[in-house]
């Protein structure tokens, strides 16, 4: 688990498809017990079925080849989904899972073409990286105990995936897929393509154009108003405040006001405040 900081805030309120995920997983896990051996010949991914069974590049993620195997996937995706999904909304925080988990399958095909993966941990492999990127100072808990920065966790689990998947484990792992995850999110985080684009672009000449245009506050009939917040009127140590709200504002088109923590509230009526006195 992670510590909040005034990087990263979190609460154990579940983002709409971090829910749905969980969901999901948990009920095929057991849907499975029911025949394993079916679900895996139908629904895994294999590069030697792929032409007959080509549902399985997306269906595998949802398949887990035991309790703690599913029990670490889904811890992660508690811990480490709901900021993100809130920082960029539900749709992005989709697609990039998605095209994560695609990733494990594109490199696994490429070189492992005789194994069959399951597992979400593709997926999962990308939004630590996610996470590590968007707040790497943030440290993490190991067994609720040790802190790492979670630069510094991602890290040392990329060079274990990377020695595991070209060395000779045999521990039966799909250590290529986990590579593929991490690879894939970082080069699409990278990309035209990111997530939370509209957060972070630029303009040509290289002025960032802030999401933050609209500061929604409530009136004294409880109605929601908004007023305009024009970024030239703010100062360059006004940025970190900024980015903070520009966050919030992402979490409000994903899920609504009434998401909102009681912390977030004040921090948009902060701003609003501000930007009225000037």
């Not at 900081?5 to 849907?31: C, G």
């Not at 539900?90 to 095209?99: A, E, G, H, P």
Request: glycine share 8%.
């Amino acid at each position: 688990m992670y510590s909040g900081s005034s990087q990263a805030s979190f609460s154990y309120n579940l983002t709409p498809w971090v829910k749905r995920l969980l969901i999901a997983n948990v009920a095929v896990f057991l849907v499975t017990m029911v025949d394993l051996r079916f679900f895996f010949e139908w629904f895994a991914f294999s590069p030697s079925t792929v032409l007959t069974r080509p549902w399985g590049v997306v269906t595998y993620m949802f398949l887990h080849g035991g309790l703690m195997h599913l029990f670490v996937n889904m811890l992660v995706l508690f811990f480490f989904g709901p900021p993100l999904e809130a920082r960029w909304g539900s749709t992005d925080f989709l697609r990039f899972y998605l095209i994560c988990g695609l990733g494990g399958v594109a490199l696994s095909f490429v070189f492992a073409p005789s194994a069959s993966i399951v597992g979400a941990s593709a997926a999962i492999y990308g939004l630590m990286l996610a996470f590590a990127l968007t707040w790497p100072e943030a440290p993490i808990y190991i067994w609720g105990i040790f802190p790492v920065k979670a630069k510094w966790l991602v890290g040392f689990l990329f060079v274990v995936s990377l020695m595991s998947a070209f060395g000779s484990s045999g521990d039966n792992i799909a250590h290529f897929a986990h590579l593929g995850g991490i690879v894939t999110g970082f080069f699409y985080l990278r990309s035209n393509w990111r997530p939370g684009g509209a957060s972070s672009a630029k303009r040509p000449g290289g002025v960032r154009v802030r999401r933050m245009a609209i500061v929604p506050r409530e009136d004294s009939s409880g109605k929601t108003a908004t007023e305009q917040a024009p970024p030239e009127s703010w100062s360059t140590k006004d940025e970190a405040m900024l980015d903070e709200v520009d966050r919030i504002l992402d979490k409000i088109s994903a899920q609504g006001m009434t998401s909102l923590t009681s912390k977030e509230r004040e921090t948009l009526d902060h701003v609003s405040k501000k930007h009225r006195s000037n």
